[in-house]
């Protein structure tokens, strides 16, 4: 069984009831350290957990390995297949092991860990509330598992740099064109930022994430129920 290192912050104010969960997932060549940057701009009602990706790819950790060059980055699909084998299992393990709400956990993913929160969001959506998908791309390989009856509870927010060189923003374009034909809410934004989050979005991040917390309506599918 592969092991997913992590980080935490807990919730930092008390709950009547379980928290929410927001579960990190980095971009390629980083760590788990790095999106826990965010960590001071969101709710403090979150229990916040940042994930390792599962493969050492010598200057840092990847979800996948990638071959070509910017612009032209070809993902191995076996690794991809083999990370989101290995988050399934853990984010269905998590809430009870942490003690948070199962039918509120939230996934915020970069570059890779984008690509990763999407597939998990649109393949085990009983385990998911919403995703924040930032500048990532379409995993055509698992839209065949999509089933589009049971996604109608998902949130996202996609967010893309119009100047992104590695994944360029045809890629969010396309996430954006896709989620456009489900059964579930979107918000789209673009900003003119190379691959990175854009100053504007340490705002909408944080805002998005209280609304949907705020709106607190649990759902009778969700595990534990």
């Given at each position: 069984?592969?092991?997913?290192?992590?980080?935490?912050?807990?919730?930092?104010?008390?709950?009547?009831?379980?928290?929410?969960?927001?579960?990190?997932?980095?971009?390629?060549?980083?760590?788990?350290?790095?999106?826990?940057?965010?960590?001071?701009?969101?709710?403090?009602?979150?229990?916040?957990?940042?994930?390792?990706?599962?493969?050492?790819?010598?200057?840092?950790?990847?979800?996948?390995?990638?071959?070509?060059?910017?612009?032209?980055?070809?993902?191995?699909?076996?690794?991809?297949?083999?990370?989101?084998?290995?988050?399934?299992?853990?984010?269905?393990?998590?809430?009870?092991?942490?003690?948070?709400?199962?039918?509120?956990?939230?996934?915020?993913?970069?570059?890779?860990?984008?690509?990763?929160?999407?597939?998990?969001?649109?393949?085990?959506?009983?385990?998911?509330?919403?995703?924040?998908?930032?500048?990532?791309?379409?995993?055509?390989?698992?839209?065949?598992?999509?089933?589009?009856?049971?996604?109608?509870?998902?949130?996202?927010?996609?967010?893309?740099?119009?100047?992104?060189?590695?994944?360029?923003?045809?890629?969010?374009q396309g996430i954006r064109d896709y989620?456009?034909?489900?059964?579930?809410?979107?918000?789209?934004?673009?900003?003119?930022i190379g691959h990175g989050i854009h100053?504007?979005?340490?705002?909408?991040?944080?805002?998005?994430?209280?609304?949907?917390?705020?709106?607190?309506?649990?759902?009778?599918?969700?595990?534990?129920?």
């Amino acid at each position: 069984m592969t092991t997913v290192h992590t980080i935490e912050r807990p919730p930092q104010i008390p709950h009547e009831d379980a928290p929410p969960l927001l579960l990190l997932l980095h971009g390629f060549g980083s760590n788990e350290h790095d999106l826990m940057g965010l960590s001071p701009y969101l709710d403090k009602r979150l229990h916040i957990v940042s994930a390792r990706a599962i493969f050492d790819v010598g200057f840092g950790f990847g979800w996948y390995y990638l071959y070509g060059v910017p612009g032209n980055l070809i993902s191995d699909d076996a690794t991809r297949a083999k990370s989101l084998e290995v988050l399934t299992n853990f984010i269905g393990d998590l809430p009870g092991r942490l003690g948070t709400d199962p039918r509120r956990l939230y996934l915020l993913g970069f570059s890779q860990g984008a690509v990763m929160s999407l597939n998990l969001a649109l393949t085990v959506p009983h385990l998911v509330a919403g995703a924040i998908v930032a500048s990532g791309y379409l995993d055509e390989k698992v839209l065949p598992r999509v089933q589009p009856d049971s996604l109608s509870h998902l949130d996202f927010l996609v967010m893309h740099g119009t100047e992104d060189d590695l994944i360029t923003v045809e890629g969010g374009q396309g996430i954006r064109d896709y989620l456009e034909t489900l059964p579930v809410q979107l918000t789209y934004r673009e900003y003119p930022i190379g691959h990175g989050i854009h100053p504007d979005a340490l705002s909408l991040i944080p805002q998005w994430l209280s609304s949907r917390i705020d709106q607190d309506k649990p759902r009778e599918d969700a595990q534990g129920v």
